[in-house]
């Protein structure tokens, strides 16, 4: 079953904040905020499908895909951006504030595995292509989650953002960069938030189960695969409608920041929700990726939504880019 997001229509947003208003970005933005782990050898695939919540087994060489990782309670330690370079290489793309912890936490697992993990970030560089900058390298439309190879470089594609569309270009430290305008690293971030996909950082480690930021929606998690840490967790989440938290995409003329909770008027001493990733909407303001209960979003228009306590910054819901999916 689809549900289909809402609100429809944005509440109460003035429409110079609405998405889109940026819809002729294009260029690339080199991604420092961003790290890479790798993982080789012949058991590379078999051990990352023991722990992650993406079927790497079947993951072809012309693919990308979502990932967490998560601790036995089903909480995500890390998500990330996956694909093959080899059939016995893989690259992790994560978030480089929780790079050292996560690698240490997955070596851990490896035990008599045939594979080497290692930080590779010294020896990859990672750009982020968006709008008709891609068509620079590739001519062709690519959908989501597919990867084209141009020479010794890798072109992922994520979700788009705000109407545009997004890759991440990967290459051995020292190849040129690819052609085309620099776009400051914010205006990259903006168009991450709009995409809705929140990738884990420093301040939200633990906080989530993977749907609570709609990952089951967006390709992150797979049903199908064999046993991962937490997988009970997140299937009891998806099977059994304990799920009481959905990621939404919100507006706001305050300042949030990753980790900081969410209030709603009609409980004034308890959080309802916490901000996943923010970045300033180059038209105003902020937006965010908030995951929240869902009573309080489907309550947001008789009650207001504020940010970090229940007197801060109103927030206002932007429609998803996506269906939620319910059933599996």
Not at 271 to 292: E, H, K, R, T, W
Request: with cysteine.
């Amino acid at each position: 079953m689809i549900i289909q997001p809402m609100p429809t229509t944005p509440l109460n947003l003035p429409m110079t904040m609405l998405p889109g208003t940026a819809t002729n970005i294009s260029g690339i933005a080199e991604l420092a905020h961003l790290g890479l782990i790798r993982v080789a050898g012949v058991e590379a695939v078999k051990f990352l499908q023991s722990q992650l919540t993406q079927d790497v087994a079947l993951l072809g060489l012309s693919e990308a895909r979502l990932a967490a990782f998560c601790n036995a309670k089903g909480r995500m330690q890390a998500s990330f951006v996956l694909f093959k370079r080899s059939h016995e290489e893989v690259l992790l793309v994560c978030s480089r504030d929780i790079l050292a912890a996560t690698l240490k936490r997955l070596s851990m697992f490896v035990l008599r595995a045939k594979v080497r993990l290692s930080d590779a970030s010294d020896d990859f560089v990672l750009y982020g292509m968006a709008g008709n900058a891609i068509e620079s390298i590739t001519k062709n439309t690519h959908t989501a989650w597919t990867k084209v190879d141009i020479d010794d470089a890798n072109l992922a594609f994520l979700y788009p953002g705000a109407g545009r569309p997004r890759a991440i270009w990967c290459a051995p430290a020292g190849t040129q960069p690819p052609v085309g305008s620099r776009i400051d690293l914010s205006l990259w971030q903006w168009l991450e938030v709009q995409s809705g996909v929140a990738m884990v950082t420093g301040p939200i480690v633990e906080a989530f189960v993977p749907q609570m930021l709609n990952y089951e929606s967006v390709g992150g998690v797979s049903f199908k695969k064999g046993c991962y840490p937490g997988q009970e967790i997140v299937a009891r989440s998806q099977f059994r409608g304990t799920l009481k938290r959905r990621a939404y995409l919100v507006h706001t003329e305050g300042t949030p920041n990753a980790g900081q909770e969410v209030f709603h008027a009609s409980d004034a001493a308890q959080p309802c929700g916490l901000v996943a990733a923010a970045a300033v909407n180059p038209s105003g303001g902020f937006d965010a990726i908030v995951s929240m209960q869902t009573a309080a979003a489907a309550d947001s228009a008789n009650g207001r939504l504020t940010l970090g306590s229940a007197t801060g910054a109103a927030l206002a819901l932007l429609p998803l880019p996506y269906a939620l999916i319910e059933d599996v």
